[in-house]
């Protein structure tokens, strides 16, 4: 069949259309983004002759095309999707396709899976690539480079330097949002327009980091939470990572510029000796018609039907880090025990410091064992008195980290993950254990499987606190070991919950550091940063669950002044800022007044009644010009109940806000408006509210879900740091 009779594969899901032409060396995408319909044959084929551009004045003598695979032998002067070479030799890689298999493809609407082989007669590898439309309409790819068995140049390796996925953008996708942040301010969003070169982002730390770009989201001018058109990558790994978008002059065939990005390797991290293979990372793109919270619907609708998702309510916990630190005495925790009871909290997990010789931070990681002069009789007394108080006891490791003051650092140094010349520099007082060497992983799995079945351990607060500098793993000579150790990371994990039916992982990594879809394939919910002061929280997990659904989000009551920032904020702000995502407690409880646990108790209560609207509802952010101020929402699935939290940080120039429109309501429904008070109302420092507002406050009004969603209501003015919950029960 010539490249002519070859009719383009069109996979449709969730309002999406992505169209895959087969014709030439390699395939491209025709069109990705709003759904296109049932397009017969002939409607396929005239997409793909309408996609042929013209040929210019110093330009190449056939039309330029941006290929699934771009390289230098279709005329893309941007970065290779493959780069490498084989002893500083075949260095151009031309893959021509052999092989291509579809499945699920049709206008059902189902999405579908476009399987690919290439070999390539210069590098001599075997090239495959699987491009996926899920069912929520993400876009799915993954690369495997494979060399043959066979091969005249056997004895020498073919050195990978990278492997790359693009997908095309338009020309109307002219601004780019993206994140940085650091320690305690993790996803801080940055925008700027698109350019011609290259904006690239690339994470070096050996894991995402509290700077990672997270989500590179490119859009038409101002989009917003609501509004707009926008594209999105993520790369679903937690070692380093490429994150770029691409303007060139020319453009990229018919389109404007590329989104993408892959696994950033190390110099001679990858090196393919015959019958050795590479695969990368997936990669996940998305596309929305309906601004950023329509990014979220598909991100959050594919992490919801894993198979390996929670399902059962999530647990409120409370944990000891910023209650106790290593001051852990069994008759205080005991009495914290209590009081987590007494508020309603289901979960009790005891964080860092349990361990041998563990009385500060600078000692004992790697030494896994009990320590018997803080707990002569072990854990048994705390873990048994959790679960007699009705909770389940979890427990607080970082299994990647070791100190060099350790039993397990004196007797096995070449565990240490650093040159053989000496372990460097300290990071947190820390190095890094290497998970590549078998003796240290089968220690660490016996070591923390054993503290499981020994203590019915129901859930891993998970750490990794420093950056993976100078990563080599003295084992295997000094090589380079970041994507190997992430992947060890991975094995570890899974066959802690093969062993441990049931067992819960959090992953936290200084608070946010570890954040993405790799690690949330293995884990049950994220540490989005270690501040809990409020105030910063509000934009952290709004922009934490630009990616997650909030449900594996833990947001945590924490003190006053926060432990971070020292910042005094009201119980009824830190009370709202822990309501939409999964609960938890870190608080002195010992020390509250009875007004503190009264309210808590309430809180807790709400929180739990509100939790299976936060398991399947639609997170919404209404778009508001005031940044000091932002209305956030969770909607059940059947948008018979709402909760909206109308949050403000600091003072602003305007006195009023002016109408707000209430994003995600059934606009054919009236809804009864209560404002939530059972744990504290936040300060209004206006002389009498407004008519709609007190009707609120009295737990009388009601509104049409027209008014509240397309004409908006004036919100009442907040003192800065105070926040007001509503919830809204459709009629």
Known sequence: MSDDDMTPVHFRAAGVSLVIGLDGPVPSVLHWGADLGGLSEAGLRALRLSSGVELTNNGPDVSRRLTLLPLERDMWSGTPAISGHLGGRRTSARPVMVDASVTSAGPSGSGGVLETR?????????LSLRIALTPQGLVQTQHRVHRPGEDADGEIPYDLASLT????????????????????????????????????????????????????VVGTAGFGNRTGEVWAYHL???GDSDWRVERLAEGAGDSSAVIGGGEALRPGEIRLLPGESYVSPEAFFAWSGEGLDGISDRFHDYLRARPSHPRRPRPVLVNT????????????????????????????????????????????????????????????????????????????????MVSLDSVVAREHPEWILAPSQGAGTSMRQQYLLDLTNADAFAYLLEAISGLVAQYRVAYLK??????????????????PAVSAQTHATYRLMDVLRERHSGLEIESCSSGGGRVDLGVLARTDRVWASDCIDPVER?????????????????????????????????????FAGALIGHTGVEWDLTSRTAEELAELTAFVEFAKSLRPVVARGRLVNAD??????????????????????????VTSPSILSGQVRFPGLDTTRDYAVRVVGEFGLPSFPGRAQSAWMQAALDGSLVLPGAVLATAGVPMPTLAAQQALVLELTAR
């Open 624 to 649: 508001i010009p005031d940044p000091a101020t932002t209305l956030r929402g969770i909607v059940d699935s059947d948008r018979s109940r709402a909760v909206f939290v109308w949050a403000r940080t």
């Open 118 to 126: 290439f070999a390539d007669e210069v590098t001599g590898l075997e």
């Open 236 to 238: 679903a790994w937690s």
């Open 538 to 574: 509000i934009m952290t997990d709004r922009w934490t669950t630009l990616l997650l659904p909030p449900e594996l989000v833990g947001v945590h009551v924490g003190s006053s002044p926060a432990h971070t920032t020292s910042r005094r904020t009201d119980t009824a702000l830190r």
């Open 462 to 479: 998970w750490d990794h606190n420093r950056d993976l500098h100078e990563a080599v793993s003295r084992t295997h000579g000094d090589a």
């Open 321 to 400: 880090w910023e209650a106790v630190y290593f001051d852990h005495d069994l008759t205080r925790l005991k009495a914290l025990v209590d009081k987590a009871a007494e508020v309603g909290a289901e979960r009790f997990v005891l964080d860092d410091g349990w361990f041998l010789g563990r009385r500060d931070d600078g000692t004992s990681l790697g030494d896994w064992q009990v320590d018997p002069q803080v707990w002569p009789q072990g854990l048994a007394p705390l873990a048994d008195h959790v679960r007699e108080r009705g909770l389940e006891f979890g427990l607080w490791f970082e299994p990647e």
């Open 165 to 216: 996925s693009f997908l095309p953008l338009p020309p109307r996708a002219g601004e780019i949002l993206d994140f940085t942040g650091r320690w305690s301010r993790e996803r801080q969003p940055q925008r700027l327009p698109v350019v011609d070169g290259s904006h690239h982002r690339q994470v070096r730390r050996g894991k995402p980091g509290a700077d990672s770009p997270f989500v590179t």
